[in-house]
């Protein structure tokens, strides 16, 4: 036969080559031409890389490395590497063989590509966010002002409401014109002057327990008007005619005391 000698320099001239064959997601192969850009829920990343070296092919060994994963290369006979849960970044994912009865490694092959972040760590989220919490934290502010103001101005009202019935039920006036009033039933009708005396106690009866309420019923405001209405028109005769005409459905809406008599009291004052 024909033979053939070589020298141990040049032993290895036809090296094995490592090839990244393909990228899969999820072992679904996906395409490497382009920029490899992955959302942040596709990270579930195999890579294939396999060797030949035809003279003996038991012989090869690699060395991969993951860029941004891996501090260093690390040794495998296998020809895939699987990477689960890959954090957001970027990285670079490099393979060299060696055959096993040397310590040098050759050619070296790798695949850049980058794991997005979610959308919530993204900056114009991010920015978003920050801009939608100052935004709601000024709208929490100037809401707890204005509805400090507003319990405020309700204050104000309630306490100038008291003070007005105050005013009334200590009013000389009135009381001077219902005395009169009585008086002169008293002389006329006996009867009728115990009535007046029992609207006129049950009236200030109703103001001294309402008194220190912020709301009563409106069902409770007609009754105490009632009251003050028989006087009046004891006190008026047919000169005062007043009528009542409220809906039962809402009888059972709150007003402040004394609203409606303060009402009645001007109007038939002026």
């Known amino acids: 036969?024909?033979?053939?000698?070589?020298?141990?320099?040049?032993?290895?001239?036809?090296?094995?080559k490592a090839l990244i064959s393909s990228m899969e997601v999820f072992l679904?192969?996906?395409?490497?031409?382009?920029?490899?850009?992955?959302?942040?829920n596709r990270n579930h990343i195999t890579f294939r890389f396999p060797a030949f070296w035809y003279q003996d092919p038991d012989l090869i060994r690699y060395q991969i490395k993951l860029e941004g994963y891996d501090?260093?290369?690390?040794?495998?006979?296998?020809?895939?590497?699987?990477?689960?849960?890959l954090r957001p970044g970027k990285y670079i994912f490099k393979v060299r063989v060696?055959?096993?009865?040397?310590?040098?490694f050759y050619e070296e092959t790798e695949i850049a590509f980058k794991v997005e972040k979610p959308f919530y760590q993204q900056f114009w989220f991010i920015s978003a966010l920050i801009s939608f919490l100052f935004v709601l934290a000024f709208l929490l502010i100037?809401?707890?002002?204005?509805?400090?103001?507003?319990?405020?101005?309700?204050?104000?009202?309630?306490?100038?409401m008291q003070l007005e019935?105050?005013?009334?039920?200590?009013?000389?006036?009135?009381?001077?014109?219902?005395?009169?009033?009585?008086n002169?039933?008293?002389?006329?009708?006996?009867?009728?002057?115990?009535?007046?005396?029992?609207?006129?106690?049950?009236?200030?009866?109703?103001?001294?327990?309402?008194?220190?309420?912020?709301?009563?019923?409106?069902?409770?405001?007609?009754?105490?008007?009632?009251?003050?209405?028989?006087?009046?028109?004891?006190?008026f005769g047919k000169n005062l005619v007043v009528e009542i005409n409220i809906g039962k459905e809402i009888e059972n809406l709150?007003?402040?005391?004394?609203?409606?008599?303060?009402?009645?009291?001007?109007?038939?004052?002026?």
């Open 1 to 16: 036969g024909l033979y053939r000698f070589r020298d141990s320099d040049s032993l290895f001239i036809n090296a094995p």
């Open 28 to 40: 679904e192969p996906i395409n490497t031409k382009d920029e490899i850009k992955l959302a942040h």
């Open 71 to 85: 501090d260093d290369y690390i040794f495998t006979r296998n020809h895939f590497a699987t990477y689960a849960n």
């Open 98 to 104: 060696s055959i096993l009865s040397n310590s040098d």
């Open 142 to 160: 100037k809401a707890r002002e204005n509805r400090l103001k507003k319990e405020k101005d309700q204050q104000k009202n309630y306490l100038e």
């Open 165 to 182: 019935i105050l005013r009334n039920q200590v009013n000389p006036h009135f009381l001077f014109n219902s005395l009169n009033a009585l």
């Open 184 to 235: 002169a039933l008293i002389e006329i009708d006996p009867k009728t002057a115990v009535s007046y005396v029992e609207h006129l106690a049950d009236f200030y009866r109703n103001v001294l327990s309402y008194r220190d309420k912020k709301l009563i019923s409106l069902q409770e405001e007609i009754e105490l008007l009632k009251h003050y209405l028989f006087l009046q028109e004891k006190r």
């Open 254 to 270: 709150n007003i402040p005391p004394l609203s409606l008599q303060i009402l009645c009291e001007n109007a038939i004052k002026h």
